[in-house]
């Protein structure tokens, strides 16, 4: 089994930056493309950034191209998001996952076997 435990989120005026943080334990973290994933209130989760098993390949929507990044340290079980620039558009709970073990890196939600709980980004203008 796979855990996974997001932090970093707050609240932030907009224009900001803030950093989450996902730490994942049960299981050999490079063996796991992983993404974020955000859910605002009303609205489906949405695909955010995506990250490939080494780090080397990753993919944005387009609504955070530019703004977030995305990045993992395999040594230390824990993938990042960066996110600048926030707009109140960008509030949400901000969910880390990990993808089934037999993709490289994957978009969409069917895509993911692990969830974590979230964090709360709230942005205020």
């Known amino acids: 089994q796979v855990q996974l435990v997001e932090s970093g989120g707050g609240l932030v005026q907009a224009g900001g930056s803030l950093r989450l943080s996902c730490v994942v334990s049960?299981?050999?973290?490079?063996?796991?493309?992983m993404g974020w994933f955000r859910q605002a209130p009303g609205k489906e989760r949405e695909f955010v950034a995506a990250?490939?098993?080494?780090?080397?390949?990753?993919y944005y929507a387009d609504s955070v191209k530019g703004r977030f990044t995305i990045s993992r340290d395999n040594a230390k079980a824990t993938m990042y998001l960066q996110m600048n620039s926030l707009k109140t558009e960008d509030t949400a709970v901000y969910l880390c996952?990990?993808?089934?073990?037999?993709?490289?890196?994957?978009?969409?939600?069917?895509?993911?076997?692990?969830w974590g709980q979230g964090t709360q980004v709230t942005v205020s203008s």
């Open positions: 049960g299981r050999t973290f490079s063996s796991y493309a």
């Open positions: 990250v490939s098993k080494s780090g080397g390949s990753t």
């Open positions: 996952a990990a993808a089934l073990r037999r993709l490289d890196i994957a978009t969409s939600r069917s895509g993911y076997a692990y």
